[in-house]
């Protein structure tokens, strides 16, 4: 029923201690509050929702350590409480890195932070890093429980970067070696879950070829062994990397990467790339990454009579690279927009389709269920703003139209919808008052196989400050919701939201917010029929800024040297 969390983050640039105050305590402390009740049993929230917390941030000659305090009770699920600790010191050219810390790896290599310890230096051409740490905690419940947690064990990693020259022109090497840790769980999930161990290499570089042509490229390769236990395999070959990765029979060895070669004019971009990653492909250091692809596209930009502003782009992709998959799938997207603006209106259009294609693999496809899609998709939306002395008016219209369509010529149409959707809005600004109201409708039709549905959206918004310090802000919104299911359902909703936040010798910030919604059915051949539902919500929030302890560093000023 309570959360409890507890942190504590520090990074400083030590180079900077002369330079900085010798001693400034600051922080801030703060609650919400949140009390939501339903009509109907089924509500999202629960009732009544409280959260406390406060920030200490001591800074001493710049080195900044700044502590968190959290607590929650929303009455719904109790979480443990959870220590972290970051600190990361930096001297001239030269970082460390000590707790929970993170480096700009590959993308192919390790996206994710490591628990442990790093040192970085970043010169004017050469760079260098290393860690070692913790990349994943290890999950060991009892296996004798029947809501036990699906296990893992702790993963270990450490790893190398090497990289030299511009952000024009540039090589950098990345290495990678991740393990799972056979004790860190129990003996009897080890049976059903196997170890994994991996070592990635890769390899990221740019040229540029004056000031029209660049071309970068991203590789790597990577070994993984799904079971760690497997035999190591015994050969000259294998044995030649034995003493940074052990080759075993369940060892796999897979590539991924990308170039892309980019074109810049005056008025004209564009650009070219292409993607493989191999089936299998995966790096212990990343999260989820999608494998056994390869990919081409094309972007363009450019800007005519310094007005007009037109993109377009086109990318295929297609999987089953080797070829043992039952069916291949192809997709293809691709979009053009334009936009304008001829003093006070403003104009902007474009499409976006996407075409899905599968074809043999392994087996042949059945033709009645061969998958073939096609999906366009339209939008227009001009706007209008007029500023005057004291108002300034904005209209702002949208229209859009979406199919996607099922092009099998056995398919029945049941799966093919059609969208249409209109807007508009109006924002009238009263400087004087310092006020704003903005009103919007939208209309919505989507058509499926036998079935329509429409929604209709009004909704009516104004904000205004107060008093001479303008520290007095209210907002109120009031809203119409109409859905329909043809020959099914009909519903309406009314509700109201409104905010008012209130600034405090700039240190204390109150704010009240409350919404009331009523909704129900309203078809007239119910029984029951009318606004009958009604949910309900008010938070009360309040924040304090502080500064306990303040040791300025005194200037040259005052402090002449002779």
């Not at 080195?63 to 009455?75: A, G, L, Q, V």
């Not at 692809?293 to 502003?309: E, I």
């Not at 209210?474 to 109409?482: D, G, I, N, V």
Request: with cysteine; hydrophobic share 35%.
């Amino acid at each position: 029923m309570s959360a409890l969390s507890c942190m504590t983050v520090a990074a400083q640039d030590i180079s900077q201690i002369a330079k900085s105050d010798p001693l400034i305590i600051s922080g801030a402390v703060g609650t919400r509050n949140t009390y939501y009740h339903s009509s109907i049993s089924s509500g999202y929230a629960s009732p009544l929702s409280n959260m406390i917390y406060a920030n200490l941030n001591i800074s001493l000659y710049g080195i900044s350590m700044p502590f968190s305090f959290y607590y929650t009770n929303d009455n719904t699920s109790f979480n443990y409480p959870h220590l972290s600790f970051h600190i990361s010191p930096r001297y001239k050219n030269w970082s460390l890195h000590f707790g929970q810390s993170s480096m700009s790896y590959s993308s192919y290599v390790m996206t994710m932070p490591f628990n442990g310890y790093g040192v970085e230096y970043q010169g004017d051409r050469l760079r260098f890093g290393a860690f070692y740490g913790t990349l994943r905690k290890a999950v060991n419940d009892d296996p004798t429980d029947p809501n036990a947690r699906a296990p893992q064990y702790k993963r270990t990693g450490w790893g190398v970067k090497l990289g030299y020259g511009s952000a024009r022109n540039y090589l950098d090497l990345y290495f990678l070696r991740a393990y799972d840790r056979l004790k860190s769980i129990d003996e009897r999930w080890a049976n059903t879950l196997a170890p994994q161990d991996n070592l990635v290499v890769g390899l990221r570089g740019g040229l540029t070829c004056g000031s029209h042509l660049s071309l970068t490229a991203n590789m790597a390769a990577s070994v993984l062994s799904l079971d760690k236990t497997a035999t190591i395999v015994d050969n000259d070959e294998a044995r030649r990397f034995d003493k940074v990765f052990d080759a075993r029979y369940s060892s796999l060895a897979r590539y991924a990467g990308d170039v892309n070669l980019n074109m810049s004019f005056t008025g004209f971009n564009a650009s070219v790339f292409y993607r493989m990653i191999q089936p299998d492909y995966t790096s212990l250091g990343t999260y989820y990454m999608s494998n056994n692809y390869h990919a081409l596209g094309l972007n363009f930009s450019t800007l005519l009579l310094r007005r007009l502003s037109l993109t377009a782009s086109f990318s295929g992709q297609a999987d089953n690279l080797s070829g043992n998959q039952l069916y291949t799938t192809r997709g293809f997207v691709y979009n053009a927009n334009a936009s304008t603006r001829l003093g006070a209106l403003g104009l902007a259009a474009g499409y976006n389709g996407y075409r899905q294609l599968q074809s043999d693999g392994t087996a042949h496809v059945n033709d009645t269920t061969r998958v073939d899609r096609v999906m366009h998709s339209l939008y227009f939306s001009p706007s209008y703003m007029v500023a005057g002395d004291d108002l300034t008016h904005t209209v702002s219209l949208s229209g859009s139209y979406t199919r996607n369509e099922d092009l099998n010529p056995f398919a029945t149409g049941e799966s093919d919808v059609t969208t249409y959707a209109i807007g508009a809005s109006y924002n009238l600004g009263v400087q004087s008052w310092d006020m704003d109201f903005t009103t919007s409708l939208s209309h919505q039709r989507t058509d499926g196989y036998q079935r329509r549905y429409t929604s209709d959206v009004l909704s009516l918004t104004t904000g205004r400050s107060f008093l001479k310090e303008k520290n007095l802000n209210a907002q109120l919104t009031l809203s119409m919701c109409y859905n329909e299911v043809k020959s099914q359902m009909k519903s309406l909703s009314i509700g109201a939201d409104m905010e008012v936040g209130y600034t405090l010798n700039k240190v204390h910030v109150f704010s009240l917010t409350a919404g009331l919604c009523k909704y129900g059915d309203v078809n007239v051949t119910q029984r029951r029929s009318g606004l009958d539902d009604n949910e309900f919500n008010v938070g009360l929030n309040y924040s304090y800024t502080f500064s306990l302890l303040e040791i300025k560093r005194k200037s040259e000023k005052s402090n002449p040297t002779y």
